[in-house]
């Protein structure tokens, strides 16, 4: 009975130190998002405003997911996973913009017919950028290097089908 109660006080002395070898699975807390002020409307007077406006608030969106992706990487470059708080605290940061941003283009919908069934194919792109986001702040959640690798790679993947999608844009 005595070294059942010896093992308890050694484990409860020990605990404290078990997050620091490593097996820490805590992330900071992602900011909410803010309601979107850079994305245009896209209802006009005209037809030809509101293809306008469609049209500059889906480039301009599609060039911020590009740009924080590429912001993101030049800081942390090699697509490596790092054990460092900042890397944790950036990741947090970049995850949440390109989750929000992507959120508020999937939300945007043209006022002109002719863009409709492109927009259900932009919508799917978006969700892919969603479902990645979540796939890498998983990865880096739990330090784990070749879920990590999977979600540079998967989000090659989604960049590139958004490539596809704005050259089908009508």
Request: hydrophobic share 35%.
């Amino acid at each position: 009975m005595r070294h059942l109660g010896a093992v308890i006080g050694l484990l409860a002395l020990a605990a404290p130190f078990a997050g620091a070898c490593g097996g820490a699975t805590s992330l900071p807390e992602a900011p909410p998002c803010t309601t979107p002020t850079a994305t245009p409307s896209t209802v006009a007077r005209t037809p030809r405003e509101n293809d306008f406006r469609y049209t500059r608030a889906v480039n301009e969106g599609a060039t911020r997911l590009i740009r924080l992706t590429n912001d993101f990487r030049g800081r942390w470059p090699d697509g490596k996973f790092s054990s460092r708080d900042e890397f944790r605290t950036e990741f947090t940061l970049y995850a949440s913009n390109m989750t929000c941003t992507a959120m508020s283009l999937r939300d945007l919908k043209s006022a002109v017919p002719r863009y409709a069934e492109w927009d259900t194919r932009f919508d799917g792109v978006m969700s892919d950028y969603v479902a990645v986001m979540e796939q890498g702040r998983e990865s880096v959640r739990t330090r784990n290097v070749s879920d990590y690798r999977r979600f540079n790679k998967r989000m090659d993947e989604v960049n590139a089908t958004l490539a596809e999608a704005l050259l089908a844009l009508p």
